[in-house]
């Protein structure tokens, strides 16, 4: 009688091993990246109410325009505003990464344009951050 193989050889075993840790070499840094601009991206959601406030302020002519906008810490962002220019630090607790961005305020006819500057990574700011 034949005696049937049963089970995966060592080298079989060694390859598979070798494939999952490259493809987790490869797979963590981007999820770390990827959880980084999700962070930020919640800080520009907290920075949107500031946006709004001063929109109002410039569409009802407050001296002001950062009258009435709540600086200060919110979750993992830090809001600050002057003379309408809204400050934007996003401290994301992942590998010591804290992101800084300001959203400027244009005031027209069409009403308030936001531009985004200042970004000090551009690889975990918003598209419209990027340089």
Known sequence: ??????????????????IIGILAAIAIPA??????????????????SAKVTVSENYANGVTDPCSGVNVGTVGLTTVSCNAGTIGLSVATGINGVTVTFNLVPTSGTQGVVWDCTGASSNKYVPAECRS
């Open 1 to 18: 009688m034949r005696k049937v193989q049963q089970g995966f050889t060592l080298i079989e075993l060694m390859i598979v091993v070798a």
């Open 31 to 48: 999820y770390t990246d990827y959880t980084i601009r999700a962070k930020v991206a919640e800080g520009v959601a907290v920075g949107s």
